[in-house]
């Protein structure tokens, strides 16, 4: 079976974020790295226990929590890029998880559509 877009997406997006996690942390930014690599991570694993799903239901309940994981790892994103906590630079990350946002968004309301 082929793999899904969303699902290699998200786990590339993990790998990011696993990667300024640790870039955070030798910074000593220790409160939103963690909040950040919960969430960014988070939205992978629900894929992947959507796509193992025992039915419609338990599928769209699972890309739901995705969907949720997804806004709240940008509204972390964006804090990083809006406060003076670090330099580094989550433009692209922003980016990917608009990207994510999107996707999963239709994902999901296909799903909803197809169970109605």
Sequence with gaps: MKDSIVKEKSFNFSLK???LYKRLSLEKEYIISKQLLRSGT???A???EALAGQSKRDFTAKMSISSKE???TKYWLRLL???DLTQINVNVLLLDIEELIRI???IVK???RNSN
């Design 17 to 19: 974020i696993i990667d």
């Design 42 to 44: 988070s939205i992978g």
């Design 46 to 48: 629900n894929i992947e």
């Design 70 to 72: 997804a806004r709240e």
């Design 81 to 83: 890029q809006e406060s």
């Design 104 to 106: 999963l968004t239709s």
């Design 110 to 112: 296909t799903a909803q």
